[in-house]
């Protein structure tokens, strides 16, 4: 039988028995049985077994539970059900390392273009990328168009939607995208550069890939998602079929994030967000308005650049209060395989054009080698 | 302007003012950016604004903010985005209660089936219906087939999926669901009931619409989704376009239910998964293995069930550990409008048949009245 491993890290109450715990957990998430419910042979085909149970700091466990790949098939969903499905709905439970099957990472093919193919779109090589945010929702499609051209024209190489642009009456998702592809492919015509705009594709179902076509029929080639608003192996299908390059955003990620209970950032954002098919993955950057640590961050960094079997590298897109006078800092601490977004610091400029400038110069200088 | 209003919970960390936080929440779900960078224009048309800021118990806040409708549209996932997308990156945040602007409501539109058109399907009136899970994975398709014949010879009124059911080797998907819902259908020839048996559906993308439209070749009108899994605006897509009655399991739903962040469970399992098309949703009851408390057991009730304008109510289905013998209490507790749903409990009678036939007698002579 093969078998795939999960760490958790457990929180115990009082009076609870870790190993029982971690029994629990490998009947819970497999045949949502008692043991004395089940066959033997069904047990040995599919329920969980406890390899290690260990203290470690704070008063948690350690524990490790193989569980045999004929479980979960070669399905993504099925597989992120068994890390956390039921197993969210009691305490004290935290996904802290996954090994994924070999049939579902097979299935789910990760991300299409990578750290080297998005690099490639761009024309850009031997520095990190920058991105930038065009928003607020509330402006034209024509206003976020001039939007998108400043930033364009300033020298960032990726100009994304905000993640709340959708469909508003305000700027209609056909209009919008159509006008601020064109604004982006003007902008390079100018400068010779090689921006790419990535409209947010929000719907769910067959919305999504209508959205994914309608972009690329006005000649996007990027596009952005929130994998835990649209669902996981929607983006799986979107990487596989869309021919965009994909950012993934983390709206809702935050629910995962307890510190007892959930799914590390680095597996979640790291592992599973790359899995089905992110090129890059956007995650609060420590020191801005979100709660991620230092640590949190350098652990995404590494999930993502990772090698793995199969699995092309995917870029980190540290964000959320990233000042543009710290890029070059934020350069030294995480090297050129990154994409820095920007939001906030660039508008506070007013000169769009300008402030996208400046900080495109200070990367230049920063001079950093692959 | 029109607007909806959101209320929040907010827990306070040192020096943190409650005010300036609400008035945070406000700007970051809908520009995005600092009230400087925002012209009067948009901040009207887009921006929440403070209705209350007041104390409760426990040292924390109750908040109030109003948004207008213009800044959603009226898509169903750029909702639950200004809901929890990037507050759920911060902490001390809870979504209380929500309203749901008439755009969103008018395009998701709610069960399609509901409490009298899943009583119709089902042809019971005047009393509870009673819900088994098939399981475990690991078993054949043959064999899970014959699990069906048995719950649904008993009595059972739906037969559904376990929710770990998805296309393994030991039964894969197609086979499965063909020998599940004929071995129902000849249950029902013999009983003359009519019972139902809800195959999970369980893909992303297309994948969900295909397994949906297969489920319904081969006879079957309900089905079992993971909104959580799948994504809400799929299961929207799923109920308007399949023709299935939908039960909702609540997977990963436990990640949002911190006491101090996340979103109230009556407003993610109640407001939300109905609205999304739900006409029954599974939750875990208190005293079972999980960790609801009865007061919120009785609000997801509520809320499934609650006159909404447009929306048809949806039915509870308390689950997870609740045991046959209780089901009169609960009946009497939770009331006729309301699917209990029953597994391990079963399942350790060994005798499914007849398990299930006990079970359906004791609910028969529970004698409630509509």
Chains 1, 2 share one sequence.
């Not at 305490?91 to 789910?108: T, Y």
């Not at 993502?304 to 601490?333: H, K, N, S, T």
Request: proline share 6%; charged share 20%; hydrophobic share 45%.
């Amino acid at each position: 039988v093969s078998r795939f491993r999960i760490s958790y890290l457990l929180a115990c109450g009082e009076g609870e028995d870790p190993a029982a715990k971690a029994r629990a957990i490998a009947l819970e998430q497999t045949v949502e049985l008692p043991v004395a419910c089940v066959s033997a042979e069904v047990r040995r085909a599919v329920v969980g077994s406890t390899e290690a149970v260990e203290p470690v700091a704070g008063g948690r466990y350690r524990a490790v539970i193989a569980y045999p790949e004929a479980t979960v098939g070669s399905d993504l969903l099925p597989y992120v059900n068994l890390l956390f499905g039921n197993a969210s709905l009691k305490a004290g439970i935290r996904i802290a390392d996954v090994e994924v099957p070999p049939g579902v990472r097979e299935q789910a093919g990760g991300p299409r273009f990578g750290i080297a193919g998005l690099r490639a779109l761009c024309g850009v090589e031997g520095r990190p990328l920058l991105c930038a945010a065009v928003k607020p929702v509330g402006l034209s499609a024509r206003q976020l168009a001039e939007v998108c051209h400043a930033f364009a024209a300033g020298g960032i190489d990726i100009v994304k939607d905000d993640h709340g642009l959708a469909d508003q009456r305000s700027a209609p998702f056909a209009e919008r995208v159509a006008r601020c592809q064109e604004a982006v492919a003007r902008a390079n015509a100018e400068t010779g550069a090689r921006a790419l705009y990535a409209p947010h594709l929000f719907g769910g179902g067959s919305a999504l890939r209508q959205q994914a076509e309608l972009a690329r029929q006005v000649g996007c080639v990027a596009g952005l998602v929130c994998p835990l608003l649209v669902g996981l192996d929607a983006v799986r299908e979107l990487a596989a079929q869309s021919g965009l390059a994909l950012l993934a955003h983390p709206a809702l990620a935050g629910a995962y994030f307890q510190p007892d209970h959930g799914i590390a950032p680095e597996v979640l954002l790291g592992k599973l967000f790359r899995l089905a098919g992110a090129d890059g993955v956007i995650y609060p950057n420590v020191g801005g308005r979100f709660t991620f640590t230092r640590a949190v961050c350098d652990a995404i960094n590494v999930e993502l650049r990772r090698p793995a079997e199969g699995l092309r590298p995917a870029f980190p897109v540290p964000a959320g209060g990233i000042d543009a006078a710290r890029v070059p800092y934020w350069i030294e601490q995480y090297g050129p395989d990154t994409i820095f977004l920007l939001g906030a610091s660039l508008y506070a400029q007013r000169d769009l054009r300008g402030a996208a400038a400046r900080l495109a110069g200070a990367v230049a200088g920063a001079g950093v080698g692959r």
